[in-house]
């Protein structure tokens, strides 16, 4: 085993910063992967999934989401 140290991040280039958000997301898939979703994560969707049956929710559109979140921002 070799160990690796890693800079602060406020040290990092973008490049860097980038390389490293790379491989937490990889090492954060593979664990995903073997691990089960959590109990609760499966009664949200069946909630989400009723709410879109019985009309109390709905989808919107990306368009909608994106003008939302400028209304959001401004």
Known sequence: MT?????????????ELDEL???????R???S???APPE???EVLRQREEA???GTDR???????EKRLRERVR
């Open 21 to 27: 958000i790379e491989a937490l997301q990889e090492v």
């Open 3 to 15: 160990v690796q140290t890693i800079p602060p991040v406020t040290e990092m280039t973008t490049a």
């Open 52 to 54: 879109l049956k019985n």
């Open 40 to 42: 609760w994560h499966g």
């Open 29 to 31: 898939f593979i664990r």
């Open 59 to 65: 989808f919107i559109s990306l368009d909608d989401v």
């Open 33 to 35: 992967e073997r691990e």
